[in-house]
């Protein structure tokens, strides 16, 4: 299985990015909870959004909500992540994470991307 992050760029605040997080050899058709963690320099990696599959339930922290939006393409095995409104508080390595457990946003998944950047100014 391998993630593969895109998308991460340098922004004005109150810009908007979509990350793109492609999934490879992970099997598309099984259970499954796919999400976006960050993490700041100095800062403990967070949770910032998580979907579920099947149903498609998503769950956000607080501090991207109604600014965020999470969506996958279960055809392409893609993950997304909407980001509008951006702060320089939002600055931070995004990465994409994966599991068969139905874990949120607490950074405990079995798979990783290697990340990508993104920073507000």
């Known amino acids: 299985v391998q993630l593969v992050e895109s998308g991460g760029d340098s922004v004005q605040a109150g810009g908007s990015l979509r990350l793109t997080c492609d999934a490879i050899?992970?099997?598309?058709?099984?259970?499954?909870?796919m999400a976006w963690f960050r993490q700041a320099p100095g800062k403990e990696r967070e949770g910032v959004a998580a979907i579920y599959t099947p149903g498609g339930n998503t769950y956000y922290a607080d501090s991207v909500k109604g600014r965020f939006t999470i969506s996958k393409d279960n055809a392409k095995n893609t993950l997304y992540l909407q980001m509008n409104s951006l702060k320089p508080e939002d600055t931070a390595m995004y990465y994409c994470?994966?599991?068969?457990?139905?874990?949120?946003?607490?950074?405990?998944?079995?798979?990783w991307g290697q990340g990508t950047q993104v920073t507000v100014s």
């Open positions: 050899g992970y099997p598309y058709n099984s259970d499954n909870c």
């Open positions: 994470a994966a599991d068969s457990r139905r874990l949120g946003l607490v950074p405990v998944y079995g798979h």
